[in-house]
């Protein structure tokens, strides 16, 4: 399982580091991603980190805000969110990716989610 | 806007059959696999359908999948009120180097 946390509620330009912490399964063998919704909308990917984390792909609704990293000895994966604003707002979910290639991707593995609201 | 397109609600009554569909392009859905998720409001997505038309283990023969050029399709056949949920389609795209959704779609059971 995957089970999120370090969500809350930050003032507009400030700093958040989110954690997703995975259980029951060799997490150093597949690539993991966070995908956000924001209120009453739809899902958005937000970032992508490889098995190795040698390489990481970004939304560019995020992309020089946010940096995704993980840890494989302590089975987590991070997203230190930077500069946030009213619209990073929303429930942020990781992940587990599945699929040989990107062309295959699809995520089987999802947790329950962390809720981060950007409001002064 | 979201890259891949989908209708915002369908309906149907119980025991009916319904489809959604969606669209993309060659950068997305024309050449790479279609996966499709089940989200009940307040609770995570759920995975449904994996490259075009396999489903995990756990998942009913009711719901289906298939792909033709840049447009994929899911079908739930024998609708269910539990049936009640968002569904999302999802692929990669290799121009934006992204993972893509489409905007969703509300099915509700008559």
């Known amino acids: 399982q995957l089970v999120e946390s370090g969500g809350g509620l930050v003032q507009p330009g400030g700093s958040l580091r989110l954690s997703c912490a995975a259980s029951g399964f060799t997490f150093s063998d597949y690539s993991v991603n966070w995908v956000r919704q924001a209120p009453g909308k739809g899902l958005e990917w937000v970032s992508y980190?490889?098995?190795?984390?040698?390489?990481?792909y970004y939304a560019d609704s995020v992309k020089g805000r946010f940096t995704i990293s993980r840890d494989n000895a302590k089975n987590s994966v991070f997203l230190q969110m930077n500069s946030l604003r009213a619209d990073d707002t929303a429930v942020y979910y990781c992940?587990?990716?599945?699929?040989?290639?990107?062309?295959?991707?699809?995520?089987?593995?999802w947790g329950k989610g962390t809720t981060v609201t950007v409001s002064s | 806007q979201s890259v891949l397109t989908q209708p915002p609600s369908v309906s149907a009554a119980p025991g009916q059959k319904v489809t959604i569909a969606c669209s993309g392009s060659?950068?997305?859905?024309?050449?790479?696999?279609v996966s499709w998720y089940q989200q009940v409001p307040g609770t995570a997505p759920k995975l449904l359908i994996y490259?075009?038309?396999r489903r995990p283990s756990g998942i009913p023969d009711r719901f289906s999948g298939s792909k033709s050029g840049t447009s994929a399709t899911l079908g739930i056949t024998g609708l269910q009120t539990g049936d009640e949920a968002d569904y999302y389609c999802g692929t990669w795209d290799n121009s934006l180097t992204a993972a893509v959704f489409g905007g969703g779609t509300k099915l509700t059971v008559l």
């Open positions: 060659s950068s997305n859905i024309g050449n790479n696999y």
């Open positions: 980190i490889l098995t190795t984390s040698t390489t990481m």
């Open positions: 992940a587990r990716i599945r699929g040989a290639t990107l062309g295959q991707f699809y995520m089987d593995v």
């Open positions: 490259e075009n038309n």
